[in-house]
């Protein structure tokens, strides 16, 4: 990478004749990039939009022939009810809750995952002592724990919350061992020698080669809390998106469980969307990073 | 009897009428059978688009290639390749010997005589007996040496080395260098070497092709008179070897002639240090 | 020296194990409270219930279906990976409905599979596939697509068949990514099976460990919850030995096991 960029740089800035040639040529090269740019993006977007477009209106189409099970409503039908929906003060607390139980979750699950995880990635005693009971209770779902939360807890949001961060839990626990693990010595030891402080080695050397590990665990956790909110909630009949869709379902309310169905996987795509844009955006900065320092 | 024919070979990447970068142009040369030639040029010339082009990895923007008098448009069955990066040519999910086997599968159906030539091979780099080791467990010297006995296993009448010396140590680079001579006699099948390095240039080969820079086009055509079998250190030693060398490293000097630096390159170099 | 030194390394991480199981022995012993049965009440409970009496009723059935479902995921995604991984065309085209479908919460399809198929071992079996496909498949795509270009390079030279470069070159180099979304699917497809059982079902772990709790037999419960637990921690080693197995190659090429 280095290499090339100043492979171009270089030649685009020298004077002497054949370098020009180059120079010009790289010049001509850049400006058929976008070119090649445009219809890259053009194809990008209009064959996976045409076939989404299609695979709709085959939904459409077959629904309407009657081809589908009679419980699959056309997707017209789907929108045009969850356009109905979105005027409806309750669907968006029901959808409210969902959020709050994802959120609290992350918030709650990513807290404690760092804090645990921080401490067993930096005193190696720790992880001696933690090592083996983690391993053997990571691979357990959170959902395993619902009967007995319901039990104490009862139907309520702070069992969705409790579970959610649960699930929240372990992705941040590893990443954030992991990403301490990551510091590389010899960068903390030339902070040392410079004189930097404690602070400042924590500040500006320490954080930043762990962030991008934790960018990743918030991804993971981010979907793992979702997935166990909507799961408690379906089970445990607490409010919330999850407990609508099993009621619609279990009442014959087929537009709506599909509609409700539309509404999770978009919930699901955006959250996972804004997620990975920042996390892309903090890789990138990682990368350069490394990049520089190569 | 000449075994290929280079041919106003030329390569634009992107669209040529719009004036994409030439990386070579109007190439030509040709490899006689069983002779040893090397391609010289300065790093970044284009040597590695020239080898692609021959090998058929890429299309090419003009010329021929004829091997036997046939063109060459798909990787001909009578060309062997080995690559400088050997800790990617190699499949570390493999076993040496089955590295070696696995294009073996198609050109020998009698699997006795595949294990045989597996064998062969092995002993011809010196490996004999190392067949079940992970190419992983292996030095970086050793791990070309199986290279090239997987490509010798596949019986070429031309053998292509892109920079195959590149990655290993300078004791190393000479056992290979004499090992790639040793096999060349006993294959008898031509080798067309691409290095950067002059002197290893002119101690292997016959007739040595020195490129330009960028885009790439044949300055000279050396043909390198030097008795064999050549020896590190009496080879090096005579005084025409001394004379070859200096040659091929006038024509390359004046076709990278250092040039002068900028305040602003300057500027660029130390940021991308990072100091 | 050595072996003191490893002694005590394996007395430290069973430390926190051990302390934590007889102080709940301890503290439930003479707990009145019907939520916490004492540990003693919970293991009886577990060998009468789950070591024989309903090994074959429940425990087998669900562990079936998991693995029936888990296979078949597998065996679809693993191939339409290294087709979407390889032919551009394909990807651009599914890539909102993959996007899309991975982004459902996967719980939150068990109702409508309900709807649809019922609730019996099939409609299970079908939508643990279903939504254990995509790591799989999404991981394919992306291991098939960073084969070394070297690798390629030889394949070509070669003259190696599409079918060698696929199962020589393509797979095994995408194998550790096909791994790690194999290992997501599988604890997502033990989640499936708990929450499939306990939506719509009629036997099972989650079907009877709910049960216990609705109706208050709660030494059933915890003894389910606990066995719940420890399946999902045997599947994980399982998988990890696999793993190291198939994977062996990887780890001690880039130096990960010695």
Redesign the interface.
């Known amino acids: 990478m280095?290499g090339r960029?100043?492979?171009v740089?270089?030649d685009s800035?020298?004077?002497?004749e054949?370098?020009q040639k180059?120079g010009?040529?790289?010049a001509?090269?850049s400006s058929?990039d976008p070119r090649r740019g445009r219809w890259r993006v053009s194809?990008?977007l209009l064959?996976?939009?045409?076939?989404?477009v299609g695979?709709l209106a085959l939904w459409e189409l077959l629904a309407r022939a009657g081809a589908l099970?009679a419980?699959?409503p056309p997707f017209t039908e789907v929108v045009s009810w969850l356009a109905g929906e979105f005027d409806d003060g309750t669907f968006w607390d029901m959808l409210g809750q969902t959020l709050w139980h994802w959120f609290a979750g992350l918030l709650i699950g990513g807290a404690a995952g760092i804090v645990v995880g921080g401490t067993i990635g930096m005193v190696p005693?720790v992880h001696?002592?933690?090592?083996?009971?983690l391993e053997?209770?990571?691979?357990?779902?959170a959902?395993?724990?619902?009967?007995?939360l319901?039990?104490?807890m009862g139907s309520r949001s702070v069992t969705a919350i409790i579970l959610a961060s649960l699930g929240a839990l372990w992705p941040m626990l590893f990443q954030s061992v992991y990403g301490v693990r990551a510091i590389d010595a010899q960068v903390v030891e030339t902070g040392k020698v410079f004189g930097l402080r404690r602070r400042q080695i924590l500040w500006h050397i320490m954080l930043p080669s762990v962030l991008p590990y934790l960018a990743t665990g918030v991804r993971i956790a981010s979907?793992l809390s979702?997935?166990v909110?909507?799961?408690a909630e379906?089970?445990g009949g607490i409010p919330g998106?999850?407990t609508e869709?099993?009621a619609?379902?279990?009442n014959g309310r087929?537009t709506a469980?599909?509609g409700?169905?539309l509404v999770?996987?978009?919930?699901?795509?955006l959250l996972?969307a804004a997620l990975e844009g920042s996390e892309k955006r903090l890789l990138r900065w990682h990368v350069s990073h490394r990049v520089?320092?190569a | 009897m000449t075994k290929l024919v280079v041919n106003q070979l030329a390569k634009t990447y992107g669209d040529p009428a719009k004036g994409g970068v030439e990386a070579i142009r109007e190439i030509s040369f040709d490899v006689r059978e069983g002779e040893f030639v090397c391609i010289v040029g300065p790093s970044g010339g284009g040597k590695t688009t020239l080898l692609r082009c021959l090998c058929a990895l890429h299309g090419r923007s003009g010329g021929r290639i004829e091997l036997d008098g046939r063109d060459v448009t798909q990787p001909p069955p009578e060309i062997a390749a080995v690559f400088q990066d050997y800790s990617r040519s190699l499949m570390p999910w493999y076993s040496v010997r089955r590295n070696i086997e696995l294009p073996l599968k198609n050109t020998i159906a009698d699997k006795k005589e595949r294990s045989e030539r597996v064998e062969w091979s092995l002993r011809e780099v010196g490996l004999g007996g190392l067949g079940d080791r992970y190419p992983w467990q292996l030095s970086g010297g050793m791990q070309q040496r199986v290279a090239i006995a997987r490509a010798i296993a596949y019986r070429p009448e031309i053998l292509i080395m892109d920079e195959p010396f590149a990655s290993v140590d300078a004791q190393t680079r000479a056992g290979l260098e004499d090992l790639t001579l040793a096999v060349r006699d006993d294959v008898g099948a031509a080798v067309l070497l691409v290095t950067h390095d002059i002197d290893e240039a002119v101690y292997l080969a016959d007739r040595v092709v020195v490129l330009s820079s960028r885009p790439a086009t044949v300055m000279e055509i050396v043909d390198i008179d030097l008795p064999r079998p050549r020896d590190q250190i009496k080879t090096k030693g005579l005084p025409r070897f001394a004379e070859y060398r200096t040659h091929v490293l006038e024509l390359i000097r004046a076709t990278s002639q250092p040039e002068p630096v900028s305040e602003a390159q300057q500027a660029v170099a130390a940021t991308l240090h990072g100091n | 020296m050595k072996r003191f030194a490893r002694l005590r390394s394996v007395a430290v991480s069973l430390l926190v194990p051990v302390v934590a199981l007889v102080l709940w022995w301890v503290l439930s012993a003479d707990n009145s409270s019907p939520f916490y049965p004492s540990l003693e009440t919970i293991l009886t409970n577990f060998r009468e219930t789950w070591l024989f009496e309903r090994a074959g009723s429940d425990v087998v059935p669900s562990l079936t279906r998991l693995a029936l479902g888990y296979l078949l995921a597998v065996a679809v995604g693993i191939p339409l990976g290294a087709l979407l991984g390889r032919v551009r065309v394909v990807h651009l085209a599914l890539q909102p409905a993959i996007q899309f479908a991975r982004s459902i919460p996967a719980t939150g399809l068990v109702p409508v599979s309900i709807v649809l198929l019922g609730i019996g071992d099939t409609p299970k079996i079908v939508l643990i596939a279903f939504v254990c496909v995509f790591p799989i498949l999404l991981n394919t795509v992306d291991g098939v697509r960073g084969v070394e270009r070297g690798l390629e390079d030889v394949g070509q030279t070669f003259r190696l068949t599409r079918r060698q470069r696929i199962f020589a070159i393509h797979l095994p180099s995408a194998a550790p990514q096909i791994f790690a979304g194999m290992r997501l699917s599988l604890s997502i497809a033990f989640i499936m099976m708990i929450v499939t059982e306990m939506m719509g079902a009629t036997s099972g772990l989650g079907f009877v460990t709910l049960t216990a709790q609705q109706s208050f037999q709660i030494p059933l419960m915890w003894s389910g919850m606990i066995l719940l637990g420890v399946l999902g921690a045997l599947l994980n080693a399982l998988f990890v030995l696999v793993e190291r197995r198939v994977l062996r190659w990887h780890y001690l090429s880039t130096g990960r096991m010695r």
């Open positions: 280095v960029a100043r492979k740089k270089t800035m020298l004077p002497s054949s370098s180059a010009a040529a790289g001509i090269a058929a194809s990008r064959i996976p939009l045409g076939t989404t695979l099970p419980e699959v005693f001696r002592l933690l090592n083996v009971p053997f209770l990571r691979p357990i779902p959902i395993v724990y619902l009967p007995l319901i039990l104490v979907s979702l997935i909110a909507v799961s379906l089970v998106l999850g869709m099993a619609a379902a279990q087929y469980t599909y409700l169905l999770s996987g978009v919930l699901g795509l996972n520089v320092n």
